[in-house]
């Protein structure tokens, strides 16, 4: 039986949640006090520690929201039974994700959490990707590598191509996706 969460449990993490987006777009992470954010919220700080020990495992749960959201989506939005539209997809989603949420992103890039981030979201793609590619081999397509070693390069490959092209101010999307198209279908 699934076990449900508390509408007051959503709630408050929704508070939480869309405030802290919304002061990430305003300054570094390592400025946001959890007094600040609770005020903002109008959320008592005993329920957030009732939750979080402190900012820091509630920006790693914020994290694992989005990430979980963002597999949601793909699983929706990617063409499943052909392994190069899924990749595709995954990366088409992520550009999408991240000019959506440009001021969010750059205070990600300037923020001391930019290592534990990338470890987060790197750990989750690797996931799903090892997933999707057993899947691949079990249905009988033929991968030149393990797994496990094709997701650990796809996913180092995808993550800091794409954190490089932020970092360089370059424009999103269509010149990003026009250049890795042909690397994906050499893949």
């Known amino acids: 039986m699934e076990q449900k969460t508390d509408l007051r449990v959503i709630k ?4 939480l949640t869309d405030n802290f987006l919304q ?6 992470f390592e400025n946001i006090t959890v007094n600040e954010l609770c005020d903002r919220a109008m959320v008592r700080r005993a329920t957030f520690y009732k939750h ?7 920006f790693a749960f914020v994290i694992r929201t989005k990430q979980a959201e963002f597999d949601a989506q793909i699983q929706q939005q990617t063409d499943q039974t052909r392994p190069k539209s899924f990749y595709l997809g995954i990366i088409q989603h992520a550009l999408d994700f ?9 205070s ?31 249905s009988g397509v033929s991968l030149p590598a393990s797994p496990q070693v094709m997701a650990q390069f796809f996913t180092g490959a995808m993550v800091y191509t794409l954190m490089w092209w932020i970092t360089q101010k370059k424009v999103l999307e269509v010149e990003l996706m ?3 198209t042909p690397l994906l279908r050499a893949f």
């Open 12 to 15: 408050t993490y929704k508070a």
């Open 23 to 28: 002061m990430l777009s305003e300054k570094k």
């Open 52 to 58: 979080f020990a402190d900012k820091v495992d509630f």
């Open 98 to 106: 991240l000019n959506s949420n440009k001021k969010l992103v750059q």
């Open 108 to 138: 990600v890039l300037e923020s001391n959490m930019l290592p534990t981030i990338m470890d987060i979201l790197s750990k989750q793609i690797t996931l799903d990707i090892t997933r999707k590619l057993k899947e691949d081999a079990e």
């Open 178 to 180: 026009e250049e890795l």
